[in-house]
C-alpha cells in the first residue's frame, strides 16, 4: 500500500525555521519523483519545490529559491524540505505528492495533477 506521510509543520515566528518530513511507504524513492506543494485558503495549490533524489535534479518555485532546500534520503525513502527565513505569505498546508520518474522535477512541479499519491497534508503557519 502506497503511502506518503508528512510531518514537521507547526507555528513559527517571522525569520524562524522548519523541516518538513515527507516518509514514503510502498514504494521506493529511487524510481519516483517527489514534489512539496502548499495550498493557502483561497488560492490554487502551487508547486514549490520538486526531487529526483536518484539522479539528484531538483526544482524551486521562484517563491521559495534560495530560502527553502529539498534532499532526498533513499535509505530512509523519505524527502526533506527545509525552510528558512520564513514569510507570513508561507503559510499553508504543506503537502508532498508521488509519481513515477517519467516527468521532470519542473514537469510536476508546474503541474500538481501530474502526481500520483499524495500525503494528508501539514499546516505551517508563519506569524508573530
Known amino acids: 500500500q502506497v503511502q506518503l506521510v508528512e510531518s514537521g509543520g507547526g507555528l513559527v515566528q517571522p525569520g524562524g525555521s522548519l523541516r518538513l518530513s515527507c516518509a514514503a511507504s510502498?514504494?521506493?524513492?529511487?524510481?519516483?519523483?517527489i514534489g512539496w506543494f502548499r495550498q493557502a485558503p483561497g488560492k490554487e495549490r502551487e508547486g514549490i519545490s520538486c526531487?529526483?533524489?536518484?539522479?539528484?535534479?531538483?526544482y524551486y518555485a521562484d517563491s521559495v529559491k534560495g530560502r527553502f532546500t529539498i534532499s532526498g534520503d533513499n535509505a530512509k525513502n523519505t524527502v526533506y524540505l527545509q525552510m528558512n527565513s520564513l514569510k507570513p505569505e508561507d503559510t499553508a498546508v504543506y503537502y508532498c505528492?508521488?509519481?513515477?520518474?517519467?516527468?521532470?522535477?519542473?514537469?510536476?512541479?508546474?503541474?500538481?495533477?501530474?502526481?500520483?499519491?499524495w500525503g494528508q497534508g501539514t499546516q505551517v503557519t508563519v506569524s508573530s
Open positions: 510502498g514504494f521506493t524513492l529511487d524510481r519516483y519523483l
Open positions: 526531487i529526483s533524489s536518484s539522479v539528484g535534479s531538483t
Open positions: 505528492a508521488a509519481v513515477l520518474r517519467i516527468v521532470t522535477p519542473a514537469s510536476l512541479c508546474s503541474a500538481p495533477g501530474r502526481a500520483r499519491y
